[in-house]
């Protein structure tokens, strides 16, 4: 077997990849388990990333294998829309069960989040009549043209894209670092915005991160998420949680809208759903899910069975490991370090996150000015030392940990060794 070396697969790379698809480290992946990841020259990273918070059970999971594996050789596809199978149903069970609120609910599978988010959209102006769709500053929700108006931030994403759908407005978020208002004061600013600018009946749904993830770890000042619920509950339109990020026991509960009780009419999960397989849902109250006609939802691929199989072998992994658990005891050890780090390098402006969901935000000292090439500067070095972390924000200022659930205490331990030396060698 002739073995490349990672320079030789990405000079191959440029001559065969559109340039637009980026890549955090050149090194080409061999394998992976746990919380660490080998290249095809042997090096080895620390994984602060599980692929952008989907990786929750860990790479490679063994009852996910097993799953795939036992899938994979009785059937790898028949269409759900042609011939259905029992998994996409139990998967339909077990999301329905999960999710916040004691009503009946309903399902419908997908490939991607922005797949999800988008027919959250077209379910929720379904249900309702309605057009617009209210969005926040900072929100991320996908890369399609539906997604790439609701998602904030131009550079990358949206950059010569245009135009862009229509029906869909942003409102102030909840930034506390940054506006210094409690949660109803940034519910108040917001639904200002709505009232005045799209107005109460025009609007189908509210779609938010219940904790904002590109957008920099945005976690909204506490009484932020149940004002715009009840807010949306009164004037007829629905509250949608896009959990694509937060879901799957991330934040330390099975969904993050849990944490203030907050009961979200749709929801979208995708990312932590299936251990790394592309499925995607939206799950929600059974009598708006119903509204569709039949053959107005659906799509090749999604709900794959195979994709089916690894997502019942996560979850199920999820609750045998309690890895809700798991990220709030990640969540305490990286806050801690990373409160001490705070009182190290004044350019640390804030510890924020929840479960293993946690960020720093990195301004020049004493200001609010956002610090991106710090925080680029720390990246690569936490990247040679052996680290793999991602940065996100508005400003590209912000530091991400998102671990992957079964991370070790070793590892959890190393990484942020190596953290606190890059800071040292660079701020
Ligand atoms: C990643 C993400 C999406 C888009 O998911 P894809 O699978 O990349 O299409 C949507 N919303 C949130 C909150 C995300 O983090």
């Known amino acids: 077997m002739i073995v490349s070396t990672s320079s030789e697969i990405h000079a191959r790379r440029t001559g065969a990849v559109a340039r637009g698809v980026g890549s955090v480290l050149s090194s080409y992946v061999d394998r992976a388990s746990g919380g660490t990841l080998t290249d095809v020259d042997g090096r080895e990273w620390i994984d602060f990333a599980a692929g952008i918070a989907v990786t929750n059970v860990g790479n490679s999971a063994p009852a996910v294998v097993a799953a795939v594996r036992e899938q994979v050789e009785r059937f790898t596809h028949t269409c759900f829309m042609v011939t259905p199978y029992e998994s996409y149903v139990a998967v339909c069970e077990q999301l329905n069960s999960l999710t916040p609120g004691g009503f009946e609910k309903r399902s419908a599978l997908f490939n991607s989040g922005a797949e999800a988010v988008e027919n959250a959209v077209k379910i929720a102006r379904y249900a309702t009549g309605r057009q617009a769709v209210i969005v926040f500053e900072h929100g991320y929700h996908g890369r399609t043209n539906l997604t790439m108006a609701l998602t904030a931030k131009n550079m990358p994403y949206k950059h010569g894209f245009g135009p862009f759908a229509p029906e869909v407005y942003r409102a102030p978020m909840s930034y506390p670092l940054r506006d210094g208002l409690t949660g109803e004061q940034a519910a108040a600013r917001a639904i200002d915005v709505i009232t005045t600018q799209v107005g109460a009946q025009n609007v189908a749904a509210i779609v938010i991160e219940p904790i904002q993830g590109e957008g920099g770890f945005v976690v909204p000042a506490p009484g932020f998420l149940p004002a715009l619920a009840s807010w949306a509950s009164a004037n007829g339109a629905l509250f949608v949680a896009d959990e694509i990020q937060t879901g799957f026991c991330r934040t330390g509960d099975w969904f993050a809208s849990e944490h203030e009780q907050v009961v979200p009419d749709l929801i979208t999960t995708a990312k932590g759903i299936a251990g790394g397989l592309p499925l995607a849902a939206v799950t929600g109250r059974a009598e708006v899910m119903d509204a569709v006609h ?44 990373l409160t001490t780090l705070a009182d190290k390098y004044p350019q640390i402006a804030q510890v924020r996150g929840r479960g293993a969901m946690i960020a720093i935000e990195l301004t020049k000292p004493g200001t609010l000015d956002p610090d991106p090439i710090l925080t680029g500067a720390v990246n690569k070095v936490c990247h040679a030392a052996g680290l793999l972390t991602l940065t996100c924000g508005t400003w590209g200022n912000v530091f991400r940990f998102l671990p992957p659930l079964v991370i070790s205490d070793d590892e959890l331990d190393r990484g942020l060794t190596i953290l606190d030396q890059a800071l040292a060698t660079t701020a």
């Not at 659906?298 to 690894?310: D, E, K, L, R, V």
């Not at 997502?311 to 801690?336: F, H, K, N, P, W």
Request: charged share 20%; glycine share 18%; net charge neutral.
């Open 294 to 337: 039949v053959g107005g939802l659906g799509g090749t691929y999604g709900g794959n069975p195979i994709a089916c199989a690894a997502a019942l072998a996560s979850i199920e992994t999820m609750r045998e490991l309690d890895l809700a658990a798991a990220a709030r005891r990640i969540g305490g050890v990286l806050t801690e370090r």
